[in-house]
């Protein structure tokens, strides 16, 4: 069983109150937009770090962490990617991407606004934990917290870190 925590857009902010959620995961999945590095060396400083990089994102990023990462977390495949869309509004390229690598979990950030479907067609739960950074037009800092127990994905809750 894995402890997850998955947050997106952080834009260059971290706090403690991430930190400690971040601290009681097994892993923590980040959806792009880190903003700088010093987000991901804080986040790692407290456990295991996936991720994907950003349209804000500077080389140094995009040479850490891929565009599209595919993985597994016990049993259960995930893609990850920061501009995706969701069921029925899936970007092209995204639609093939998981026609072809078939997930149970698909993750995407950069709309700033927390969404969690399931895809009936496709038979993937989407994820988007929304933005847990203070840049943007959100007015809630967002991110998702849930366990993988081999094939089963539990335990799915909102975290509200509150207004921005």
């Known amino acids: 069983m894995k402890r997850i925590l998955l947050l997106s857009d952080t834009h260059s ?13 097994d892993e923590i999945w980040h959806a792009g937009d880190f903003g700088n590095l010093e987000v991901i060396d804080e986040l790692k400083k407290v456990g295991t770090l996936r991720g994907v990089f950003g349209n804000i994102d500077e080389a140094k990023i995009r ?19 920061h501009i995706g869309g969701y069921p029925h509004k899936y970007a092209p390229r995204v639609k093939q ?6 997930p149970q979990i698909f993750i995407s950030g950069h709309s700033h606004i927390l969404k969690v479907m399931y895809d009936r ?7 988007n934990p929304g933005a847990a950074g203070k840049h943007g ?19 799915l809750e909102v975290v509200e870190l509150g207004a921005k």
Not at 63 to 80: G, H, Q, S
């Open 121 to 127: 067609e496709l038979e993937i739960l989407h994820l």
């Open 13 to 25: 902010y971290i706090d403690d109150r991430i930190l400690e959620y971040a601290k009681n995961a």
């Open 97 to 102: 991407i998981l026609k072809e690598e078939k």
């Open 137 to 155: 037009w959100h007015k809630m800092r967002t991110m998702l917290r849930f366990e993988i127990n081999g094939e089963k994905i539990e335990n």
């Open 63 to 81: 040479a850490e962490f891929p565009e599209i990462n595919v993985f597994d977390c016990e049993k259960v495949k995930v893609v990850m990617i």
